[in-house]
């Protein structure tokens, strides 16, 4: 029987069907009709095509499937209709339950932008408090109300474990990620300046491992975050200096230049009829260290932790080759 994976052309899924072919096992990947699918056929799964919010293509992608690896989600951090993001995202999530009534394991690929943060800096794990109220505009908003729907399922019975991938690095960035984006602009000398923040680096084929070892190891209900190591962004840059011989930027933006360049660029492209490139809401989230203990998973499933510098070398070497710098 196959395993349907949702969401593989995109960064997470690819890596996460490509660790499932490795271990031999049959895949099916429901993709959009519009989604790039040369890498996946590549790998010689099965292509369904499909939308999540389209209920009878999620049936006909479930059936038969053992397992289900949910990884789809409209990951924007800013949309001209925001109802796009909840449809897709929450109802999706909700469809995509109920279609996989008869699956012996399911993985939900939430994010640990729907866990808490620590107000102290140091990092937060699957018990530290949260609410929607914290969340920061809609994608967040979606992506948490999403996880309370694969929780009560749970909850209800079904064989549902949650994981939340922290920042993910690496090759077949396709999109690319906003995290995929800051190396790519590294790589083009494009990037001036950094904002102090930080993030939890993790090596995207470990997430995919992480998937897989959630499916045979980890308990229904719970929550894994699949991270690796915190890093300030000025120590990322300075990472991808070593990297790349490149000289890393030097000036640190305060905070209110970034929200004026946000706010400017926002204005500026939507009078083109053009998304923004400088999210605001991507500078909120920017305010806070968002550092996760990767511990549980460590513990529980036995989560790999490769160092992040292989990670950023393949995502620098892919995308040269890809001709994105």
């Given at each position: 029987m196959a395993v349907l994976v949702t969401g593989g052309s995109g960064f997470v899924g690819y890596h996460v069907v490509r660790a499932l072919r490795a271990s031999g096992q049959p895949v099916r990947a429901l993709v959009r009709a519009s989604s790039r699918v040369e890498h996946l056929q590549a790998l010689g799964v099965e292509l369904v095509s499909g939308d999540l919010r389209d209920a009878a293509s999620l049936q006909a992608a479930c059936r038969g499937c053992?397992?289900?690896?949910?990884?789809?989600?409209d990951y924007r951090l800013w949309a001209r209709r925001p109802q796009d993001l909840y449809e897709s995202n929450v109802e999706g999530t909700r469809a995509l339950l109920q279609a996989a009534g008869e699956a012996e394991r399911i993985v939900y690929t939430s994010s640990v932008g729907c866990l808490g943060l620590r107000p102290d800096g140091q990092p937060a794990d699957e018990t530290t408090p949260v609410g929607l109220a914290d969340m920061i505009g809609h994608y967040k908003r979606s992506k948490y109300l999403a996880e309370q729907v694969a929780r009560e399922a749970a909850?209800?019975?079904?064989?549902?474990?949650i994981v939340n991938p922290s920042t993910p690095v690496g090759d077949h960035d396709v999109k690319p990620t906003p995290t995929g984006q800051i190396i790519v602009d590294f790589l083009r000398g494009r990037m001036p300046g950094f904002v102090r923040t930080g993030l939890n680096l993790v090596d995207v084929r470990d997430v995919a491992a992480g998937h897989l070892l959630a499916a045979e190891r980890g308990r229904v209900g719970e929550c894994y975050i699949l991270g690796g190591r915190d890093l300030t962004l000025a120590a990322i840059l300075a990472l991808l200096a070593t990297l790349t011989g490149r000289r890393r930027p030097r000036l640190r933006v305060p905070?209110?230049?970034?929200?004026?360049?946000?706010?400017?660029?926002?204005?500026?492209?939507?009078?083109?009829?053009?998304?923004?490139?400088i999210p605001v809401e991507g500078v909120r989230m920017s305010r806070h260290l968002m550092y996760f203990s990767?511990?549980?998973?460590?513990a529980e499933l036995g989560l790999p932790q490769s160092p992040v510098e292989g990670a950023l070398q393949r995502a620098i070497d892919w995308f040269r080759a890809n001709g994105y710098a």
């Open positions: 053992r397992q289900v690896y949910h990884v789809a989600a909850a209800a019975g079904q064989p549902v474990v905070y209110a230049v970034a929200y004026a360049a946000a706010y400017a660029d926002t204005a500026w492209n939507l009078l083109r009829g053009r998304e923004p490139q990767p511990a549980k998973a460590i």
